[in-house]
């Protein structure tokens, strides 16, 4: 039993270096992507829309399941089958999680990473 402890840490490198860590990974545009990354077994999957700067990216905003729960607790990131960029102003930016069913739009501060705004559609 001790040996799947030590494990852990050896799981949490091999998922972050390679890209079985990835749910998903999206170019939403020129300018930047988005993926959904769970690199551990004990952690939940989260959000991450990175921008693009040529060579270099820089991750903009990370977003987990207990920001954008609202009324629908079915909707959560890891089951999100794609992500659809709608629109970008000065400060946000909006995106939404496709699921199939009802999808869940997401409006995000860009200089805090905070979400602003939650809409199931």
């Not at 390679?18 to 989260?46: C, F, H």
């Not at 400060?91 to 999808?103: K, W």
Request: glycine fraction near 6%; proline fraction near 3%.
């Amino acid at each position: 039993m001790s040996i799947i402890a030590m494990m852990l840490p050896f799981y949490a490198l091999l998922n972050s270096t390679t890209s079985l860590g990835l749910y998903i990974d999206k170019n939403l545009n020129e300018n930047y992507r988005a993926q959904i990354v769970g690199y551990g077994p004990m952690v939940y999957p989260w959000l991450e829309i990175i921008e693009k700067k040529g060579l270099f990216e820089k991750r903009i905003i990370k977003c987990t399941d207990s920001e954008i729960m609202n009324d629908n607790l079915d909707l959560k990131i890891r089951t999100a089958k794609d992500i659809l960029f709608k629109n970008e102003t000065d400060h946000t930016i909006t995106l939404t999680l496709f699921y199939g069913g009802p999808n869940k739009t997401i409006t995000f501060d860009k200089n805090t990473g905070n979400v602003i705004e939650i809409k199931d559609n």
